[in-house]
């Protein structure tokens, strides 16, 4: 018999809390750009403050649910294929925050017009890249340690049918 369960971490609102901790971050991200939309504009001059922040929040997101929906249901290859391509959608997201937000504006407080609050806004986006990027990878472990213990169970069970 062949069961499909779902890991107990994610399961029910235990599940909810973590895909909106995750979200949070992502959330953060996008009003910021859309604020920047404001301030700066619509000119593709300043793309990395106003629409990557926007596009890319919606891409993370939708690969933040979509990876969520289907780690809850019985997963064959091509779908396994899939949660792959839609796990790196957060963790592209989180190194562009840490990155371009983060780093880039510390680099920007130290090199270009010395300024503290340049570096201290770059720290705040590289804890919220890190906050991001770490809580995914949390919930991608749970998915992983619960897949490789149904692996052992099933292997097991199919061991001692055929004894």
């Known amino acids: 018999m062949d069961t499909f369960t779902v890991a107990p971490e994610l399961e029910g609102t235990k599940g909810d809390v973590i895909a909106a901790r995750i979200e949070v971050p992502i959330l953060v991200v996008m009003i910021y750009g859309i604020v920047e939309f404001i301030r700066l504009g619509w000119s593709q001059d300043y793309y990395l403050y106003t629409y990557a922040p926007v596009l890319g929040g919606v891409a993370a997101s ?69 906050h991001l990027i770490y809580r995914f990878y949390l919930m991608t472990e749970i998915v992983r340690q619960h897949d490789e213990k149904a692996m052992l169970a099933h292997s097991t069970l199919r061991q001692s049918d055929m004894n």
């Open 62 to 130: 939708v690969g933040l649910f979509t990876y969520f929906f289907l780690v809850s249901v019985e997963r064959k290859k091509s779908r396994k294929n899939l949660l792959v391509l839609l796990g790196f959608l957060p963790y592209f997201y989180s190194l562009y925050i840490m990155g371009v937000l983060g780093l880039y504006s510390i680099y920007e407080g130290i090199i270009g017009k010395f300024s503290f609050w340049s570096m201290i806004g770059g720290l705040f986006w590289v804890f919220l890249g890190f």
